[in-house]
């Protein structure tokens, strides 16, 4: 496996993420930001954020196997939500969480959560993007 996640002594433990990534791989993988847009392209979950969520994660799965990989390839993730607030984190979590549940993986790599005005159409409440490695 080209991805080892570690977290170390003085830094906090979280059950949401692991601090440090460690990619031993040569061919690294760049994902567009996956926003909730189904097959289709229609936004799913209008209004929701842990819908959102979750289709985000579902796209993402969807792109790291069209090249042979999975969660497990998964480096750094950034996620970015309209509008956040810390109220906000239980529906993240819960999308994240339902994800994890269906696609059998638990998405868990460095990650940096990041609050912004607006994302590419009005009814997109959040943006995940994913670098994972292969070897």
């Known amino acids: 496996m080209a991805i080892t996640l570690v977290n170390p002594n003085g830094l906090p433990e979280t059950d949401v993420y ?7 791989g040569s061919k690294l993988v760049f994902l567009a ?3 909730a847009w189904g097959p289709d392209g229609v936004t799913v979950g209008e ?3 842990a819908t959102q969520v979750e289709q ?7 792109a790291l196997a069209a090249v042979g990989a999975s969660f497990d ?4 993730l950034t996620v970015y939500v309209v509008d956040w607030t810390p109220d906000k984190m239980p529906l993240l979590m819960e999308g994240v969480g339902r994800a994890a549940a269906k696609l059998g993986a638990a998405p868990v790599p460095p990650a940096t959560l990041l609050g912004v005005a607006a ?3 009005p009814e997109h409440l959040v943006e995940i993007e ?3 490695v292969l070897d």
Do not use: E, M, R
Not at 56 to 62: L, M, S, V
Not at 73 to 76: E, G, H, I
């Open 18 to 24: 692991h601090q440090v990534s460690i990619a031993s």
């Open 33 to 35: 930001g996956q926003v």
């Open 47 to 49: 209004g929701d954020l």
């Open 56 to 62: 985000c994660y579902f796209n993402i799965g969807t």
């Open 73 to 76: 390839d998964v480096a750094k």
């Open 119 to 121: 994302l590419d159409v």
């Open 130 to 132: 994913a670098t994972a």
